[in-house]
């Protein structure tokens, strides 16, 4: 009976495509390692689904945005844990994005062939900044309304294009009525849609070239490969075969969904014991606010503290520039080397970029905190 | 393959064309309506300025003669048009008398737009967002702001301050847009 539905499935779908990906082998070492893309990928699936069901309620005008949220963490069942889920889950997802884009870069996974694996994945990370951005003004509170005025002016800033910048992205030159659609529609249809074609073809990529494997391995052959005088420049990393290998189904499935499982459970676990319900509190009169952008954004909020008065456009200028650098670190850095230890300039450099940048959040937060 | 010398050749060369082209037609037939649509708010700018409050009432002569040289924050009701709707709301300003003369300067701050307020104990403006700091006449004393809090123009009227184009954006960012450069 089992095989007669499979066979029947067969015929028409063609499950041998599925079949072989489910045997891909992959490399046994460091497989633990592998889980954080998997894990992203958890997580964003889990906004999915908790955003799609808070669009059930969720009013995005300016009038009862605030009401219908309210709606959803008071009356309605569940809700104050959807909201909760969708809110906890998007915080842990840039800990847990920054995580596999700290692995990938210190293993030097995005090396030759994997160029374009590496730059999807970096419009990836844009786009989930993007969706944290504009969901961020969704609530519609006080502080979502100054972090949209902030953002807008800082884009103002722009040299030449700033203030065009600002009313494209703010539809006027405040934040308003016709800025909540916007960013409702770039939440919830325009970024997501841009953010599952490069998970596909993200996905594609890493099926097309096999998990990256061990860095180990990968440095004794290259050893092996240059002491027998091919050069350097000619070594490919993803022709190495690590020498233990193992199906990805079910030894990497189950990895992964053990890691997808505990995430869940702590999302979860988080969204009970701290919901984001009851919902933010009464309006404070307009002299009491202090805007308080999300942790994410922390770091970025200190960095232009540093560019006072005239200088604040190259502040921006250079912000702007290390995110549009991203994609272009394959190209950088070309050597075949994928070890962390033997490319220490690299892996320093990340390390410090990663160090500055959390040092920049803890900042920004201890300001935020003792205002 | 039985091909002739150049008879296929031409006609999938034909083909190549004929798909770039009709794409790119369709990309051109889309892209302008898309873009237009999206950017509509931009050209209309000055259109919903025009439809908000001109001159919004911040207080009575009387009691604005009250203020010294301490700015003193006012409340103002104005009309903002925004697209399609038309929406009640407020914004605040300061008050002070500089030279015996009065003043109205923005609580906006120029660095990034947060909300300042004045500071009775430090006696000076302060911005939460960054640390902008501003003296009682609104003028840059510390922190990113990159110019001082944009003076705001009013009329007395029937004795009655009345405060010009509350819902205009002018008073963020480093240049005043109202005064050629």
Request: glycine residues 8%; positive net charge.
């Given at each position: 009976?089992?095989?007669?539905?499979?066979?029947?499935?067969?015929?028409?779908?063609g499950?041998?495509?599925?079949e072989?990906?489910?045997?891909?082998?992959?490399?046994?070492?460091g497989?633990?390692?592998?889980?954080?893309?998997?894990?992203?990928?958890?997580?964003?699936?889990?906004?999915?689904?908790?955003?799609?069901?808070?669009?059930?309620?969720?009013?995005?005008?300016?009038?009862?945005?605030?009401?219908?949220?309210?709606?959803?963490?008071?009356?309605?069942?569940?809700?104050?844990?959807?909201?909760?889920?969708?809110?906890?889950?998007?915080?842990?997802?840039?800990?847990?994005?920054?995580?596999?884009?700290?692995?990938?870069?210190?293993?030097g996974?995005?090396?030759?062939?994997?160029?374009?694996?590496?730059i999807?994945?970096?419009?990836?990370?844009?786009?989930?900044?993007?969706?944290?951005?504009?969901?961020?003004?969704?609530?519609?509170?006080?502080?979502?309304?100054?972090?949209?005025?902030?953002?807008?002016?800082?884009?103002?800033?722009?040299?030449?294009?700033?203030?065009?910048?600002?009313?494209?992205?703010?539809?006027?030159?405040?934040?308003?009525?016709?800025?909540?659609?916007?960013?409702?529609?770039?939440?919830?249809?325009?970024?997501?849609?841009?953010?599952?074609?490069?998970?596909?073809?993200?996905?594609?990529?890493?099926?097309?070239h096999?998990?990256?494997?061990?860095?180990?391995?990968?440095?004794?052959?290259?050893?092996?490969?240059?002491?027998?005088?091919?050069?350097?420049e000619?070594?490919?990393v993803?022709?190495?075969?690590?020498?233990?290998?193992?199906?990805?189904?079910?030894?990497?499935?189950?990895?992964?969904?053990?890691?997808?499982?505990?995430?869940?459970?702590?999302?979860?676990?988080?969204?009970?014991?701290?919901?984001?319900?009851?919902?933010?509190?009464?309006?404070?009169?307009?002299?009491?606010?202090?805007?308080?952008?999300?942790?994410?954004?922390?770091?970025?909020?200190?960095?232009?503290?540093?560019f006072?008065?005239?200088?604040?456009?190259?502040?921006?200028?250079?912000?702007?520039?290390?995110?549009?650098?991203?994609?272009?670190?394959?190209?950088?850095?070309?050597?075949?080397?994928?070890?962390?230890?033997?490319?220490?300039?690299?892996?320093?450099?990340g390390?410090?970029?990663?160090?500055?940048?959390?040092?920049?959040?803890?900042?920004?937060?201890?300001?935020?905190?003792?205002? | 393959?039985?091909?002739?010398?150049e008879?296929?050749?031409?006609?999938?060369?034909?083909?190549?064309?004929?798909?770039?082209?009709?794409?790119?037609?369709?990309?051109?037939?889309?892209?302008?309506?898309?873009?237009?649509?999206?950017l509509?708010?931009?050209?209309?700018?000055?259109?919903?300025?025009s439809q908000?409050?001109r001159?919004?009432?911040?207080?009575?002569?009387?009691?604005?003669?009250?203020?010294?040289?301490?700015?003193?924050?006012?409340?103002?009701?104005?009309?903002?048009?925004?697209?399609?709707?038309?929406?009640?709301?407020s914004?605040?300003?300061?008050?002070?008398?500089?030279?015996?003369?009065?003043?109205?300067?923005?609580?906006?701050?120029?660095?990034?737009?947060?909300?300042?307020?004045?500071?009775?104990?430090?006696?000076?403006?302060?911005?939460?967002?960054?640390?902008?700091?501003?003296?009682?006449?609104?003028?840059?004393?510390?922190?990113?702001?990159?110019?001082?809090?944009?003076?705001?123009?009013?009329?007395?009227?029937?004795?009655?301050?009345?405060l010009?184009?509350?819902?205009?954006?002018?008073?963020?960012?480093?240049?005043?847009?109202?005064?050629?450069?």
């Open positions: 009976m089992r095989q007669s539905i499979r066979d029947w499935f067969d015929e028409r779908v499950l041998d495509i599925f072989r990906m489910l045997q891909k082998p992959l490399p046994k070492r497989a633990w390692f592998y889980t954080l893309g998997s894990a992203t990928l958890t997580l964003i699936t889990l906004q999915f689904i908790t955003g799609a069901f808070l669009m059930f309620y969720y009013v995005p005008d300016g009038e009862f945005a605030e009401s219908s949220i309210r709606y959803i963490t008071e009356q309605v069942r569940y809700g104050w844990y959807l909201r909760s889920m969708h809110r906890w889950s998007a915080n842990l997802l840039f800990i847990v994005i920054g995580l596999h884009i700290f692995r990938v870069f210190v293993s996974s995005f090396k030759r062939p994997r160029e374009m694996t590496w999807i994945g970096a419009f990836i990370f844009w786009t989930v900044i993007g969706i944290g951005l504009t969901g961020g003004l969704l609530p519609w509170d006080s502080n979502a309304h100054w972090i949209g005025t902030v953002f807008g002016n800082t884009l103002s800033y722009f040299p030449l294009v700033g203030r065009f910048l600002r009313s494209a992205l703010l539809g006027g030159e405040h934040v308003g009525t016709l800025t909540l659609t916007r960013f409702y529609a770039l939440h919830v249809w325009v970024l997501p849609l841009v953010l599952g074609i490069l998970i596909t073809l993200h996905l594609y990529l890493i099926r097309k096999g998990l990256f494997g061990s860095v180990i391995e990968y440095r004794d052959q290259i050893r092996a490969l240059e002491a027998q005088g091919v050069r350097r000619s070594i490919i993803t022709k190495m075969t690590p020498d233990e290998t193992e199906p990805f189904y079910p030894a990497q499935v189950f990895r992964d969904s053990i890691i997808a499982f505990s995430l869940i459970t702590l999302v979860s676990l988080f969204s009970t014991l701290f919901p984001f319900s009851p919902y933010r509190g009464e309006e404070p009169p307009p002299t009491r606010i202090i805007p308080r952008p999300e942790w994410f954004f922390w770091s970025v909020d200190e960095w232009l503290m540093y006072p008065g005239k200088l604040i456009p190259i502040g921006l200028v250079l912000i702007t520039l290390f995110f549009l650098f991203l994609p272009f670190i394959p190209f950088v850095e070309r050597h075949p080397e994928v070890s962390p230890i033997r490319r220490p300039v690299s892996t320093i450099i390390a410090w970029v990663y160090l500055f940048i959390i040092i920049l959040a803890m900042m920004a937060g201890a300001r935020i905190f003792n205002y | 393959m039985n091909q002739t010398a008879e296929p050749i031409g006609r999938r060369h034909f083909m190549e064309r004929a798909i770039l082209s009709i794409f790119g037609a369709i990309g051109v037939m889309l892209t302008p309506p898309i873009l237009g649509y999206i509509s708010p931009v050209f209309r700018i000055r259109e919903d300025l908000s409050t001159w919004a009432p911040v207080a009575p002569v009387s009691e604005m003669e009250t203020v010294g040289d301490l700015p003193r924050t006012f409340d103002v009701p104005y009309r903002v048009k925004e697209g399609w709707r038309v929406r009640e709301t914004r605040q300003v300061y008050a002070v008398r500089k030279g015996g003369e009065l003043a109205l300067f923005s609580t906006f701050c120029t660095h990034l737009g947060c909300p300042t307020a004045w500071d009775d104990a430090k006696r000076m403006v302060i911005c939460p967002c960054h640390g902008g700091l501003y003296n009682n006449f609104g003028e840059v004393i510390g922190g990113p702001p990159p110019r001082n809090l944009a003076s705001l123009e009013y009329k007395v009227e029937n004795g009655v301050v009345y010009k184009d509350p819902a205009n954006v002018y008073e963020v960012g480093w240049k005043d847009p109202r005064k050629r450069a």
